[in-house]
């Protein structure tokens, strides 16, 4: 516990300081996130507080893997360190100068094989001896690449009100350095998460809504951040419990992977490209309705500690009764889509009424 505490405060201390450091240095040299299209905020606030948090964690992680004595694990964790070095690097490029979304997909693979190649994959889609679903195989690869790209870029889609990504992300963290500690002897992969949720906590102290956000994650920080959360689960040390199954990672990250699919759907059904930008992404849906960013952000913060611990509750529960539990995670973030979708609609559909009865005066 006391690697923990000290992890978790240094985590948390050298992010403030980075991401304060980050903001003086935009403001002196003018690096502000630019106003209108999808935006919802005004004025001039700094879009580069990923490299104050992301720069840390890196930084952490290359130390807990150093400090644990393990020649061949800390070999093994090196190409990991490069992928989000990769990630970084890339992200700072692309809020300076957007570059081409096909450029980013490259980069994005490149990192998720120096994940993959090293054999940090998913392995399994249930605990339980059954049958062919005990072990995925050589399937594990593609899913693992395709897990990995897939959640860089659905918390860049979801970075979108002050505190979300933040937010959920270190809730996300902390629950599986819960179910690591709890379930599996896997201590540097516990610290791999408290140090992930530290370094949030700290950039959070200048991003959340209330008053107002300081400054933004930017693009640098949330595809850094969204990697960063998939590698969390298949940071196993041995094979145990720590490598968790793909549906009980995805059930903890079913916000953003909803809201990536649901994305996605809405390109294809339009005939538009998958890249292009719009204003359907569950936090622009909860706005419209008529939330407040910080009354969004307390929704999704909830639903996301419900699915944490339903995620939790079925690791500890036997056979089938684990995936009466998983499935109702799945039940409860698909009830909650859907019904924001249609109440959405609905707000859309009596707006439109109103502007067609609207007669302009003279």
Known sequence: MTDVAIIFSASVFFSVVAVGLILRLSHKKSWYDHVGGR???NGHIPRLGGVGFAAIFIIIAAIISFSTRKTEYTLRFLPCLFALIITLVYGVWDDFRPMVSW???LLQFAA???VIIPGYTFRRIVYFDAGLLSNLGWLGYPITCLWLVGLANATNFIDGVDGLAGGLSAIIAFFFSYIFFSFAETPSAELFCISLGGVMLGFLVFNLPLPKAKIFMGDSGSQFLGFALGMLPLLEEHDTIAALPVPYAAALLAIPLFDIIAAIWRRLRDGRRL???DMGHIHHKLMNIGFSAGNVDAILY???IMLGVLVCISIKLPGI?????LGIAYLIATAFFAVVHFWNRKINARKRE???LTIPTV
């Open 275 to 277: 890249d292009s930008p």
């Open 354 to 356: 109103e502007s067609r």
């Open 39 to 41: 935006k919802i905020h």
């Open 302 to 304: 909830a639903l996301q």
């Open 321 to 325: 009764f684990s995936l009466v539990v």
């Open 112 to 114: 998720s094989l120096c």
């Open 103 to 105: 450029h980013k997909l």
